[in-house]
């Protein structure tokens, strides 16, 4: 099996070397007057592309060569790279002039000099679009949605409705992504998908993401990117793809922060910022503290598909949390081409889940079964995760090379639990000395992640690259648990004992070690093309210490290929051509096989036998824009077999059902996505657009078959008003989509929002209304297999305001040294808790 799994990578990198033989001969000749000028060309420029507002990397930007005077005809260019990083090789020395522009941005023109050897250009500060005049710079904003070649981006600091709030109203907001009520995300209608802060993992979201997007104010938040078809040097995992969160920085020199607070009707906090910048030396932090609070209520009626049983349950209640987080980093240049950079996050959270339930269950053909009761459960959880990261980064005299060298260890860990009343035959809740029956439980997750990583960045000329790299991961988790009960027997209390065959004590060991190499070559002035490839090995192990049982030491290797084909119609025009293939490994929440009995009717538990999900995903999409705006038109189809889903079992002769996972489907998914941007007039920006998927789910071992389509449709829009006031609106909105076992809610949530700057453009106040035309949407989810239908409603209460007030001191302006990170995309997380929810 090993040998056949490296065949196709021996056949990968032959293709790789045949490719890059004839390269040099695939290059086009270039003008006459370049052409000329070849036999003596010795020279080089080489610089870097900066936003001029934020000092931050313009991705991309197109660089080209003119004559001192006179023809605009371009002499040779090319793209600047993710950095902003460019390179024009084998110049002739003399004068000319270096045009460089982006969409989006303003254009500069600058006269240069190119000597005999390579000749190092003063970065470009490209101004935002209309904010040029002539190569003068004023201040002005970035669009809020940006299409990119590889990617997405949602400009986040950009969106005056999020001030205030959190990731998860950040991510609401984003491109390809949706959040329902109860803060789950699905990226392209899947769950399936890999977070990254600043490039790299949070364990803490690895684990409850829902939970911990809680702890990221929005306004730490710079901008959301959404990868589709990852390359290599990314983890496999993640089949839908990466949203990567990418965080506000420190200053590029000097010293500035920031402190904000908010309070509204869902959530309040406050956070902070400080930091500064010397010649060498950079120091970056931040800090906050706050909460979020409001009323949850739901209902559920099952109908029994053989016996006519009928279970209703309706419950109400409150939920509430805090978190905090805080992050300290630092930067020190060594000198010209070495750096180290050291940084240091804690993120926590702890919250609970309070909640009434009226359960009532009706047997006809077996009416000994029925029940009649009231049980007030408070679930509790709670998460701390905190990282330290190091980075040795080296640079070299040839333009782009780099080489690092980084390492990580990670400490997260969570607690989960409930404690519950249940009263027999009683619409209500009684005094707790009448509970029939109470129930408590308390578990925790330990977990701890080691990494290493070192990445090279090798370039061949002007027109080619070769990326390498490899990393390891020692990840450790776990689950222990315990339950206690107490019983009113005779009018007596028997006192809280520990119920034998509930308790669980399990850990779980996965080693990951991976090797990649990606082979870029601009074949033309026109088609770009990269092949890559990432060899994963897996190790495995799990002890279950309560049963004196283990799952046996195993692994496996995973031979991952991409490739993506770029063709520039023009410098406004392009058609991609992308694929890849990842995994799917499980995660805490899938394994854990401790038994959540908070529903009495409905048991819930993790599979720790699971196995990965692999994914093949194509991407073809077109990109055009324009002064009048730009337009993203992406077909993709994605095909995972071996698919972990979510699977409901029963009922047995008590009316309780089993909820687990399993690799029991195959599923499609072929979908068309359009996002565009436009300025219908001067200060109005509106981007958005919808979204149609086709799905199609087949588990043979359950006998099912569903298909089906889902549409969903994204719109944000503002407009500049005078005195520096701002209005802001967003609107998603979803059709319910086929699931394995039943259907998906339909969802909508829109917001409104005013800012208006002041004190010199250093402090602001915002206010924002979420769904101001209705109270609560309901989220209506059904299942339907052969012994039984359930319908699951859920009704979030999206009303509510929030007002702001962020103050800015020192330096405004954003930028440094972009800090390498850890990247530990490789595990399949779940949004629920483990205690009971």
Known sequence: MKRATLRPLGALLVAALLLARPATAQIPAAAPAATTATATATGSLSGTVLDSLKREPVPYATVVLLPARGDDKPITGVAADEAGQFSLTKLQPGAFRLRVSYVGYGTQTRSVSVSAGPTAVPAFQLPVAGTALGEAVVIGTKPVVEVRPDRLVYNADQDVTNAGGTAADVLRKAPLLAVDGEGNVKMRG??????????????????????????????????VEIITTPPAKYDGEGTAGIINIVLKKGVEQGLNGRVGLTAGSRNSGVNSSLNFKTKKLGFTSSGGTGGWYGP??????????LDGSTLRQRGTGNYGGQWYYGSLGLDYDLSDKQSLSLAASVNGYAGHNYNTMLNEYAAPAAPQTNQLFTRATNSVFSGLNSELTGTYTKTYALPRKEWSVLGQYANNGGTFGYDFDQ????????????????????????????????????????????????????????????????????GQRTGFAQLSGRSTDFSYAQDVQAGYATYTNKLSKKLTLSLGSRLERTALSATFRTTNSDIPARSYLSLLPNGNAQYAFSDNNSLRLAYSKRITRPYIDYLNPFVDRSDPKNLVYGNPALDPELTDSYELAFNTNGK??????????????????????????????????????????????????????KGWDISGGPDIQYIVRRSPALGIERRGFTASLNLNTSYKLPKKFTLQGFLVGSLPSPDLQGRGSANLYYQLGAKKTFLK??????????????????????????????????????????????????????????????????????GSKQGGQ
Not at 296 to 305: F, I, K, Y
Not at 433 to 453: C, D, H, I, K, L
Request: proline share 4%.
């Open 761 to 830: 453009d250093k402090a602001d106040v915002v206010l924002n209304l979420a769904a101001p035309f209705n109270n609560y949407w309901l989220y209506r989810n059904t299942i339907e297999t052969p012994t039984f239908r359930e319908t699951n409603l859920n009704y979030a209460y999206q009303r509510c305001f929030r007002f702001a007030f962020n103050y800015r001191f020192g330096q405004a302006q954003q930028g440094g040294k972009q800090r390498k990170s850890v990247s530990n995309d490789d595990v399949k997380s779940g």
């Open 628 to 681: 009048a705006g730009s337009l993203n038109i992406a077909a993709s189809m994605r095909r995972t077999g071996n698919a972990i889903e979510s699977i409901r079992l029963g009922p047995d002769a008590d009316g309780i059902t089993r909820q687990t996972y399993a690799n029991v489907a195959a599923n499609a998914y072929y979908q068309l996505n359009f996002y565009g941007s436009a300025k219908p007039a």
């Open 423 to 490: 009263y027999q035959n009683s619409y209500t809740n009684l005094e707790t000395s009448r509970a029939n029956y109470r129930e408590r439980s308390r578990g925790r997750t330990p977990g701890s992640e080691v990494t290493f990583q070192t990445d090279l960045v090798q370039p061949f000329g002007e027109k080619q690259t070769l990326e390498t790299g490899l990393k390891s991961i020692w990840r450790r988790t776990g689950s222990v648990a315990s339950v206690d009960g107490d019983s009113l027997v005779r």
């Open 190 to 223: 899947s769950s399936n998908f890999k977070v990254l802060v600043n490039n790299k993992p949070s364990p803490t979201l690895a684990s409850n993401l829902a939970e911990a997007l809680k702890g990221i104010p929005a306004e730490q938040i710079k901008s």
């Open 296 to 305: 949850n209520q739901s209902e559920l009626t099952r109908t029994g598909q």
